[in-house]
């Protein structure tokens, strides 16, 4: 006799691997993130910093799938650390931009080794890692 499929069960779900991946990745990145004196959620922030150097908080909430009343006051901790500079914009003052400073600039080096650590902490190969980032990034981009 075959079991009938439960919905509710916990192991036919997706989005629990899903979630508790996510809580491992980021417990597993704040070895590396502390000495940087960084959150995961800063470490990201920095990381789209990093690479556009100038953005407003709409286009980073946007990136990072996070809203403002998350963003808000992570980005004031940020600015009092010395990290970054919240200010309004010339064309559209209700428009929030963030500038790196020199201090956030510099972190730029000593990060430079968290993705390295990280993949040593992370049991797949290059193969399956990039088979999932495709995968994660189909879905996400889908809802």
Request: with cysteine.
């Amino acid at each position: 006799m075959s079991e009938e499929f439960d919905p509710l069960k916990l192991e036919n779900q997706l989005c629990f691997p899903l979630y508790a991946c996510a809580r491992e990745i980021t417990k597993a990145y704040k070895p590396f993130l502390d000495p940087l004196h960084l959150t995961y959620t800063q470490y990201i922030v920095m990381m789209v910093l990093w690479e556009h150097k100038c953005i407003s908080v709409r286009d980073l909430g946007s990136k990072l799938h996070l809203d403002s009343g998350t963003l808000t006051p992570m980005l004031k901790k940020m600015e009092q650390n010395g990290l970054l500079i919240r200010r309004r914009s010339e064309e559209d003052e209700r428009i929030v931009m963030l500038d790196l400073t020199e201090k956030g600039i510099a972190l730029h080096e000593e990060a430079l080794k968290v993705p390295q650590q990280m993949a040593g902490c992370v049991p797949m190969t290059e193969e399956e890692a990039q088979q999932l980032y495709v995968l994660l990034y189909k879905l996400l981009e889908s809802m």
